[in-house]
């Protein structure tokens, strides 16, 4: 396998970028990874400053370009030109998933043909699923920021990694031969699906893990932390000579989580806070847990009571993408909580600091048999088999096998609809457990702000941790 992977690098550092360059467009893409390196490692001064002209560019470029901003801005106001500090923007009201379900098509730039643009969308862990769309270049920019912040943990351009992640059906689709080819080039990955999750399967991804001997782990901390419970529970170890780190994503990474994933494996955990809707936001750099700001990538508020947050002051994300003009997110309210920090991290990088991150909360869906299943995976699922059919959803795991299901009916919905609803959810769980399905005019938030699509109160005690 070692020898396999030496071959592998070998052939990227000598002919495949050539390759690359004569079978795909992707060889700039590349070449940008490299000129990435050299941004973030400039003085906080410099970074802040070219974050701010991007700022001010995508705002002006929202402004002429899409319905929705025009009318926005006219209706307070402003023109682009009349932003020239933080609080100038902040007048800006915040964009929210609400709102990007009712205006999606007069959020896109005049002109633009969705047949030729990437289609992306949420996976609902706090709100119902959302559906947006960005330009392959936009896609390609974002794919570059994360593979130069990969580098920090010593993971390159067509080492292997394991994803510790969704569902097959989600990471692999047909390819054609120059997706194969730069796949087998710039992307050579394995995936351990995680719905559903059970011990059979967690012993199918112990054993996949040492044979396909990843340089890097990414995936959700419940997942890496069942992982690791249950080889300790087995009484083995993870013979994994070549893994540099694990990078936990998409949920909020505990303490308890990272302590027995570095535990039973052979090396440190990572901490990367991203979002589908604007790509890699922060990620904690080795030196110490701090999570450093992509500050090419995302321009960041956070909000306390309406104001913007004191230093250490926790309050809600609010992001704004910098590069995507063609469904531009301005002032996009994310439905997590942090907070920001102005001191300069050991590490030596100049990019800003974030912490205390909560919220992405989607419990766990523990049934009787042992199989575990996430709990945002029923609305995700939801709104592509019933597309429209509610405005808010909440699964409450009331015991093993008693479920109450609050939603929110969408305009047209009608019995058909919640038949295919009742339909989907015997697909996910089967038929024994039994749901209460509950109409109501709204779901709140909870104490942090956060709407929660999954409330457990089983999977506290399968963790074997305190609910919070």
């Known amino acids: 396998m070692k020898t396999n992977r030496k071959l592998h690098k070998l052939l990227i550092r000598n002919v495949g970028h050539s390759v690359l360059r004569s079978l795909t467009d992707e060889f700039p893409v590349l070449r940008r990874v490299d000129e990435l390196d050299q941004v973030y490692h400039l003085p906080r001064e410099e970074l802040l400053s070219r974050q701010w002209e991007k700022l001010r560019k995508v705002v002006k470029a929202a402004y002429e370009s899409c319905p929705y901003y025009t009318e926005l801005l006219d209706g307070i106001g402003m023109k682009p030109g009349d932003i020239k500090t933080p609080a100038d923007y902040a007048r800006i009201p915040f964009l929210t998933k609400a709102v990007i379900r009712k205006r999606a098509k007069d959020m896109l730039a005049r002109g633009a043909d969705t047949s030729k643009l990437v289609e992306s969308g949420t996976a609902g862990t706090t709100d119902m699923p959302i559906t947006f769309y ?13 593979a130069s912040f990969n580098r920090w943990y010593g993971w390159d351009v067509g080492d292997p990694v394991a994803f510790l992640w969704g569902a097959a059906m989600d990471i692999y ?4 031969l120059r997706g194969r080819v730069k796949k087998f ?35 959700y901390p419940v997942p890496l932390y069942l992982l690791a419970r249950h080889v300790k529970e087995a009484g083995g170890r993870l013979d994994l000579p070549d893994l540099a780190a694990i990078v936990a994503t998409a949920e909020p990474l505990y303490d ?33 847990r701090a999570l450093h700001i992509n500050t090419e990538g995302v321009y960041l508020e956070i909000i306390a009571d ?32 942090a907070a920001l920090s102005t001191r300069a991290c050991s ?20 049934l009787p048999n042992g199989v575990v299943v996430p709990g945002f995976w029923f609305p995700a699922r939801l709104v592509k088999y019933v597309p429209n059919a509610v405005e808010q959803l909440q699964v409450i795991q009331e015991e ?6 609050k939603y929110v009916p969408g305009a047209n919905f009608s019995r058909n609809d919640m038949a295919k609803m009742q339909e989907m959810f015997v697909i996910l769980f089967g038929k024994e457990p039994r749901a209460d399905w509950v109409v109501v005019d709204d779901i709140p938030r909870d104490r942090s702000g956060k709407t929660r699509v999954c409330i457990s109160k089983v999977s506290a005690d399968f963790l074997g941790v305190k609910p919070e």
Not at 267 to 277: H, I, L, N, S
Not at 307 to 317: K, L, M, Q, S, Y
Not at 347 to 366: E, K
Not at 400 to 405: A, D
Request: hydrophobic share 35%; proline share 6%.
């Open 400 to 405: 093993p096998l008693r479920f109450t299901i």
């Open 134 to 146: 960005r330009t392959r270049e936009v896609g390609q920019e974002k794919w570059a920021q994360t």
């Open 173 to 176: 689709k047909p390819m054609s």
């Open 256 to 288: 308890y989580q990272r302590e027995l994933v570095e535990e039973m494996f052979p090396c440190k955990v990572y901490d990367r806070y991203g979002a589908r809707e604007t790509g890699l936001i922060s990620q904690e750099c080795a030196a110490e």
């Open 185 to 219: 080039l710039i992307n050579q990955d394995v995936l351990l699906p995680t719905v559903p999750l059970t011990e059979q399967e967690l012993a199918h991804h112990w054993k996949t893990l040492e044979r396909f001997a990843p340089r890097v782990i990414q995936g």
């Open 306 to 337: 309406g104001r913007p947050a004191e230093e250490g002051e926790t309050g809600e994300v609010i992001v704004t993408d910098l590069h995507n003009t063609t469904m531009p997110f301005l002032r996009y309210q994310l439905g997590d909580v």
């Open 347 to 366: 590490c030596g990088s100049g990019l800003p600091i974030m912490h205390s991150i909560t919220g992405r909360v989607g419990d766990l869906v523990v």
